[in-house]
């Protein structure tokens, strides 16, 4: 078998004239490095000099270390990022999840470590960027959090788009490992959030619902949210072909992208419905046909996100809860989710049928939906399974799926 020579040397001519020598030679996984000059214009001078960087161990000479600006160049962009462009042959990100990195890096990550050698990013350089990101303030783009200082886990967020970039580098074998490896992230304080209670889920499903609802789609959807602990982008992503007569089919979402086919864990579900809710959707299908059936304009394209979210805090505000209280106890369109993950619950529903409703993947994210321990409210199950009882010729409870209607969907 032939071996490799150490380097080997080579002539070339200059525009000057001059002929000086050249060397090639090979890395320890035997791949060819650039051509470097000798400086020599003799050969065994060449070859003399070469053996004495060989026997001095200069004779590779020491990779340049890319600079953090020059590694991420074309970063989370799908044209231009190879990193992307290898994942989404693998296992594809999301289109929301691709911008959100992107704005991590661009807004916090890109600017902080550009002039950093990508071998200087150290953990204790991450450690200094994670303590400037927590002292960091809102951009003044955004109106909720102008002014006030990242909370940690906006901070964490962008820690997981620098972890990914900076593992991509050691994958690349640009640097000895991921520093990142040994950072913490900061430490989170849970935000609380109070479910509605009885009392105010029979006042924003009043029958009279005219007066605490400006548009009936929208009070449609959130009945359908309070029944089902669908998420407001899959709501808006509910087309003619999701809906059967006992059930809806939750397969995709509606996102700033347009339609996605794929629930926010990737996993479809399917979920029971009860008679009337059944007639609320069809009353909306009659008008938006084999489109999106919470739509204004025939099923065209869904209702706004902006605008459900509006007319939920109004009818909030319609029905006593004002602004600083709706804030105080984090109520928003999301807030059914809780409610419904928790009265099913409180029902004794086991916690693997809750989560083929809700469409949870773990235990550990039902408890956090959770806000009350169920054996300490037995006495108001009744009170709370009939929160949205309907006009039904059976009476039959609209929010607890029935031991038979769930596990049709098992």
């Not at 967020?157 to 690349?172: D, S």
Request: with cysteine; hydrophobic share 35%; glycine share 6%.
């Amino acid at each position: 078998m032939r071996v490799k020579a150490n380097f080997s040397v080579f002539g070339r001519k200059l525009p000057s004239g001059k002929k000086v020598y050249y060397y090639h030679c090979y890395d320890a996984k035997g791949k060819r490095q650039w051509a470097k000059s000798t400086g020599k214009t003799k050969k065994i001078e060449a070859v003399l000099h070469c053996m004495d960087l060989f026997r001095s161990g200069l004779l590779i000479p020491e990779q340049k270390v890319p600079t953090f600006a020059e590694f991420s160049e074309g970063w989370w962009d799908i044209e231009t990022c190879s990193y992307l462009k290898r994942r989404q042959l693998q296992e594809p990100a999301a289109e929301t999840t691709i911008h959100s990195h992107r704005g991590n890096f661009k807004h916090h990550i890109k600017d902080y470590f550009a002039k950093y050698k990508l071998d200087e990013i150290t953990p204790e350089t991450i450690e200094g960027w994670l303590l400037h990101m927590s002292e960091k303030t809102g951009m003044k783009e955004n109106k909720k959090a102008a002014g006030k200082k990242l909370n940690a886990k906006t901070v964490n967020l962008a820690y997981v788009t620098l972890k990914l970039m900076m593992n991509e580098a050691a994958r690349k074998k640009l640097i000895k490992s991921n520093p990142c490896k040994e950072v913490k992230e900061l430490k989170e304080v849970e935000i609380k959030r109070e479910i509605l209670t009885a009392a105010e889920v029979k006042k924003l499903f009043a029958p009279d619902w005219g007066l605490v609802w400006d548009n009936k789609a929208v009070y449609y959807a959130n009945r359908l949210a309070a029944c089902t602990g669908m998420r407001l982008g899959e709501i808006r992503g509910l087309r003619r072909e999701n809906v059967f007569d006992d059930y809806i089919h939750v397969g995709g979402q509606f996102t700033r992208f347009g339609y996605k086919p794929v629930t926010k864990n990737k996993q479809a579900r399917n979920i029971p419905i009860t008679p009337l809710v059944r007639l609320e959707l069809e009353e909306l299908l009659l008008v938006n046909g084999s489109g999106y059936v919470f739509s204004e304009d025939g099923g065209e394209t869904p209702l706004p996100a902006g605008k459900v979210g509006r007319l939920f805090d109004r009818a909030l505000n319609n029905i006593g809860i004002n602004s600083e209280e709706r804030m105080k106890r984090n109520l928003t369109f999301h807030a059914w989710r809780h409610f419904l993950n928790t009265l099913l619950l409180m029902s004794d529903v086991t916690e693997k049928k809750v989560q083929s409703v809700t469409g949870h993947l773990t235990n550990k994210m039902t408890d956090h939906y959770t806000h009350f321990d169920t054996r300490k409210f037995t006495e108001v199950r009744n009170v709370q399974s009939e929160l949205l009882a309907f006009d039904e010729p059976e009476k039959e409870n609209p929010v607890i799926a029935t031991e038979t209607q769930i596990a049709a969907i098992e």
